[in-house]
């Protein structure tokens, strides 16, 4: 619905992107939550959400897998991110 709904109302085209975010996050598909997280935040999606979405669907993925190009897209997508420090210890 939200996909169909970017689609038609461009206007809000970044807040209905973030809401398929929001919900394969919640269905635990980390990568498709991030990519629309991504999507969302490049369409004008408010920054600090996006920083909290993103990290929080990074941050998951990491602790599923182990595997860290989660959290180093998360540093190049928000370099001075509130969750730099934290995406810096779970890199060392």
């Known amino acids: 619905m939200y996909k169909q ?3 038609e109302f461009p206007d809000k085209k970044s807040l209905y992107l973030s809401q398929v975010g929001v919900g394969y996050f919640f269905l635990n598909e980390l990568e498709q939550a991030i990519a629309y997280y991504v999507l969302a935040y490049e369409q004008g999606f408010d920054a600090e959400m996006s920083d909290d979405n993103i990290w929080e669907a990074c941050e998951a993925l990491f602790k599923a897998n182990g595997n860290t190009e989660s959290l180093q897209k998360y540093l190049t997508l928000f370099p001075k991110g509130k ?5 810096e210890k779970l890199l060392k």
């Open 5 to 7: 709904l970017a689609a």
């Open 83 to 87: 969750y730099r420090a934290s995406a």
